[in-house]
């Protein structure tokens, strides 16, 4: 007997066909002799649809009282799913994030898990009950109010659970059959992982890959909690997300994992920057106090006849304006020229552990790019990702085009897609 930590997404329990069919999949589970503890999120856009209704309230909505409705969603798909359960014979409780134990910092809409207390929980499968947790939740430890965990923060949550109970595996069942090698909504050939390093994953998801979040994989990562992501619409077997491949897992990791984008940042050029020490560290300084992230950062050599260069770096589009007035401020004290902000950008990135050791990766990656006819505006790399800016309109070309250079177009099966809009 094995104990399973199990998390379906809002696409899952989308409506009450959708909770009668996890609660059977939850119930095969348990009657395969596992101990079974459920993490849901709300149903649908159902999140979605309360930050709609609080901003129509008030347009600055208070950080308490944000979370408190936010909760709401996946209270309803807990109670519901342990409704469906119980209607199958068998037992089922619900919690809340707060009562399963999950104790947070006491930032509102982003917080960290702090401690895992899961006692409840482990009391009520051992008297064999279904634990069902609502996900994305906590209670902070100072002041116990009710926070969340930010945007696609279940996943977290049932990492953070299995790592606390111990349990055996964490299974993420999603609205598509694993991890691909791309965003199957843009590539239709991607194929599906069998198994992924956590590093490797790592990348995919700070490069906008969106199946599953860096928090998450971070959290299984340093707790050794293998993840087994799949669809909750189908009986396949999914990705491996681990350490080591395990069982009849695939024993090598390919040479490259997989081609991941986003569009979701924009790129702030700063224009005539006096080339001598001190001007970078200004400027980044600037950005840092007003704690916006930044990403890549790109300095051009100066021209020798102004002794002038450009900085150009990217950061995430909603944190753009509070960027640019940051910079703004500065324009005296570094001496640049203008700002120049473009939202119309998209970031590709390349990722595989393999290409450490494989020469020539790079240069397939802008031939690919090249063929395509799509300019590259910006570059940077680690050790396992190479990633570059294009126009935002050239990204599923451009994925396209790098994914069959790399050799990895699927010749069979076309990815499916069951659900949700991969948000
Ligand atoms: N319901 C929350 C969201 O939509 C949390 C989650 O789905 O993981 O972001
Ligand atoms: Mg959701």
Redesign the pocket.
């Known amino acids: 007997m094995g104990l399973v930590v199990q998390k379906y997404?809002?696409s899952s329990v989308a409506d009450a066909e959708g909770i009668k069919r996890v609660a059977k999949r939850i119930v095969e589970a348990k009657k395969n002799g596992n101990q079974v503890v459920v993490v849901v999120?709300?149903m649908g856009d159902t999140?979605d649809e309360l930050i709609d209704l609080a901003q129509e309230v008030s347009p600055i909505p208070s950080g308490r009282e944000f979370d408190m409705l936010l909760t709401a969603?996946?209270r309803i798909s807990m109670a519901l799913l342990a409704m469906a359960i119980k209607n199958l014979g068998h037992e089922a409780q619900s919690f809340t994030g707060s009562q399963a134990g999950v104790i947070t910092d006491s930032v509102h809409n982003k917080a960290r898990i702090i401690d895992v207390t899961p006692g409840r929980i482990q009391a009520s499968i051992d008297e064999g009950n279904i634990a069902i947790v609502a996900?994305?939740q906590g209670v902070s430890q100072d002041k116990k109010d009710i926070t969340t965990l930010g945007?696609?923060?279940?996943?977290t949550t049932a990492v953070a659970l299995a790592a606390a109970l111990n349990a055996d595996v964490c299974e993420i069942y999603t609205d598509v059959d694993g991890v691909f090698t791309a965003d199957p909504r843009v590539v239709k050939k991607a194929r599906k992982i069998d198994w992924i390093s956590f590093e490797d994953m790592l990348e995919l998801a700070s490069s906008g890959s969106k199946v599953l979040l860096h928090r998450c994989v971070e959290y299984a990562r340093r707790y050794n909690i293998p993840i087994h992501v799949r669809s909750s619409f189908s009986g396949l077997q999914g990705t491996w997300v681990s350490n080591e491949p395990q069982g009849d897992q695939p024993m090598e990791q390919a040479i490259i994992s997989g081609v991941a984008h986003d569009t979701s940042e924009a790129k702030v050029t700063v224009v005539g920057v006096p080339d001598k020490p001190g001007e970078a560290a200004r400027i980044f300084r600037a950005i840092a106090d007003s704690e916006v992230n930044i990403d890549m950062v790109v300095q051009n050599v100066s021209a020798a006849s102004t002794g002038l260069t450009d900085i150009s770096f990217t950061l995430p589009k909603a944190e753009g304006r509070k960027a640019v007035a940051a910079l703004e401020k500065t324009r005296a004290a570094v001496g640049f020229d203008s700002l120049r902000y473009d939202d119309q950008i998209a970031k590709i990135s390349l990722v595989g552990a393999g290409m450490k050791t494989n020469p020539g990766v790079t240069a397939t990656f802008f031939e690919a790019l090249s063929n395509a006819d799509v300019n590259i505006e910006l570059i940077s790399t680690s050790e396992i990702r190479i990633s570059v800016v294009t126009r935002a309109d050239d990204v599923n070309e451009a994925v396209r085009a790098v994914h069959t250079a790399f050799g990895l177009d699927s010749e069979s099966d076309e990815a499916v897609v069951y659900g949700g809009t991969g948000r």
Do not use: I, P
């Open positions: 997404g809002g999120s709300a999140t969603g996946e996900g994305f945007r696609g923060g279940s996943d």
